[in-house]
C-alpha cells in the first residue's frame, strides 16, 4: 500500500456528506437546493454546512434567482471542482488497485 | 521464541486486516459515488398516475369509436392525434402537479433528458405516418402498428433515464407490435377502422393502464426528481 495514494485525497472532498453533494453534482449541470436535500436527505443546515465548506474551497458555485416568486438556489460544480472531484476518484481507484496488488 | 512468533504474526494480521479495510472503504466510495451518479441523472417521478391516466384516455376514446363512427384513413389519423395531445396534456399537468407538490422544477435535467431520448422515436412514428396517410393507404390498421412500434422504441429510449419497468414496456409495445403486423391477417379475416380503434385501445390504453396499476402498487412513493 502506498501511503502517497492516501495523502492525494483531497481532505475537502473525503466526507460522506460532501463526497455525495459532489457526486450529484459531477453527473448534472445544476440541482437545485430543494432536489439536493431531497436526494441526499440531509438537513437544511446540514447541507448549508458542507456546500459553505465546497464554496470556500471554490468547488461549488451557488446561484440564487427567483421561480416566480419563490427565491430558487441552484449549485453546480465549478471547473476546479470538477477536476478535483476527478482527482479524487483516480486516487480511490489507485487505492483500490494497490491494495489489490 | 514463541511470544517474538505470537507478535508477528499479531502485526502480520493486523496488516491484512488493514489492507482489507482501505480496500473496502476506497471501492465503498467508488459505489456510493456511482450510484449517486446515476441516481443524479434517473428520472424518478411517479409513473403510476401518468399511466394511468394515459390508459384511461387511451381506453376510453377507443370505446367511444363504438358509439361515434370514425372511418377512414385521414379521420382515424386525426382523431388519434387529438386523443394523444390530450393524454400528453394530462400527463404533463400531473407531472406539473407533482413537481409544484414537491417544490421542485417542472422542466427539470432528468426530465429534459427523458424527453431528448424519446423524441426521435415520437418524429419517427410522425414521419412515417404522414408517409402512410400521404400515400392514401388503405390498411388504417397499419397506422396504430406503426406508432406503437415508434412508441415503443422512444420509450426504451427513455427508459434508459427511467426505473428500469420502461424499457421493458417499450420492448414490449414493439415485439407486440411487430407480431401483430406479421399475425393480424391470421387473427382477423379483413382489419377494418374498427380494428384500427380497437388496436388503439388495447396498445396504448390498456397497456398503459395495466402497467399503470402495477406500478400504483410497486413504484417507490418517490416523487422527487
Redesign the interface.
Known amino acids: 500500500?502506498n501511503p502517497e495514494d492516501?495523502q492525494k485525497l483531497d481532505r475537502v472532498i473525503h466526507e460522506k456528506g460532501r463526497?455525495?453533494i459532489m457526486?450529484?453534482l459531477?453527473?448534472?449541470?445544476?440541482?437545485?437546493f430543494?432536489?439536493m436535500r431531497?436526494?441526499l436527505g440531509m438537513t437544511d443546515g446540514n447541507l448549508t454546512t458542507h456546500i459553505k465548506h465546497l464554496q470556500k474551497a471554490g468547488y461549488v458555485g451557488v446561484t440564487k434567482s427567483f421561480?416566480g416568486k419563490?427565491p430558487?438556489t441552484t449549485l453546480s460544480l465549478t471547473g476546479q471542482g470538477r477536476a478535483a472531484f476527478a482527482d479524487y476518484?483516480d486516487a480511490?481507484?489507485k487505492?483500490?488497485k494497490s491494495?489489490?496488488g | 521464541m514463541q511470544s517474538e512468533i505470537l507478535d508477528t504474526l499479531d502485526k502480520l494480521t493486523l496488516q491484512c486486516k488493514?489492507?482489507?479495510m482501505?480496500?473496502h472503504w476506497?471501492?465503498e466510495?467508488?459505489d456510493?459515488?456511482r450510484t449517486?451518479?446515476?441516481?443524479?441523472?434517473i428520472y424518478r417521478r411517479a409513473l403510476a398516475p401518468l399511466m394511468i391516466a394515459a390508459g384511461l384516455v387511451g381506453v376510453g376514446a377507443s370505446t367511444l369509436t363504438c358509439f361515434v363512427k370514425i372511418e377512414g384513413l385521414v379521420p382515424f389519423a386525426v382523431y388519434w392525434l387529438v386523443v394523444a395531445a390530450l393524454a400528453q396534456g394530462i400527463c404533463l399537468l400531473l407531472v406539473r402537479r407533482q413537481a409544484l407538490k414537491?417544490?421542485?422544477?417542472f422542466w427539470?435535467?432528468?426530465t429534459r433528458r427523458v424527453a431528448r431520448a424519446a423524441l426521435p422515436g415520437f418524429f419517427v412514428g410522425a414521419a412515417a405516418s404522414l408517409l402512410v396517410v400521404r400515400a392514401g393507404a388503405d390498411e388504417v390498421w397499419e397506422l396504430p402498428l406503426i406508432w406503437s412500434a415508434a412508441y415503443g422504441c422512444g420509450i426504451h429510449a427513455a427508459g434508459f433515464f427511467m426505473p428500469r419497468g420502461m424499457k421493458l414496456f417499450g420492448w414490449l409495445m414493439i415485439l407486440l407490435s411487430l407480431g401483430l403486423f406479421l399475425g393480424l391477417g391470421e387473427i382477423v379475416e379483413s382489419p377494418t377502422t374498427e380494428t384500427a380503434h380497437y388496436l388503439m385501445g388495447g396498445l396504448f390504453g390498456v397497456l398503459h393502464l395495466v402497467y399503470g396499476v402495477y406500478l400504483r402498487f410497486t413504484e417507490t412513493a418517490k416523487e422527487?426528481?
Open positions: 500500500m492516501f463526497m455525495a457526486s450529484l459531477a453527473a448534472t449541470a445544476e440541482v437545485s430543494t432536489d431531497n436526494t421561480r419563490r430558487l476518484i480511490l481507484e487505492i483500490v491494495a489489490r | 488493514v489492507n482489507a482501505s480496500n476506497a471501492e466510495n467508488l456510493v459515488i449517486l451518479m446515476e441516481r443524479s441523472a414537491s417544490e421542485e422544477e427539470s435535467a432528468p422527487s426528481v
